[in-house]
């Protein structure tokens, strides 16, 4: 787990919070991360849910975090097309 990850929920400060990495896109839904994967495969993000309230949380991990300035325009600027 890395340090930024949750120790309490953000909605109801549980302790009861789960997590699973999983890719960041599926056949079947949008791409979260796009262009942040390798060679064509989707990023992986960390995903908590918590017990008590069903709040859920994503993270990019930390490889996807690391092409950001390269792949994506910064949010206060106009997004990139291509």
């Not at 993000?45 to 990019?60: K, L, P, R, Y």
Request: proline share 5%; with cysteine.
């Amino acid at each position: 787990m890395e340090k930024n990850h949750p120790k309490n929920c953000l909605n109801c400060k549980s302790e009861n919070l789960y997590g699973n990495v999983t890719r960041a896109g599926g056949l079947f839904g949008p791409s979260l991360l796009p262009r942040l994967g390798l060679f064509g495969n989707n990023a992986s993000m960390h995903v908590f849910v918590c017990e008590d309230c069903g709040h859920i949380q994503f993270f990019a991990d930390k490889r996807s975090r690391s092409k950001l300035a390269k792949k994506w325009a910064r949010a206060w600027l106009p997004f990139r097309t291509t």
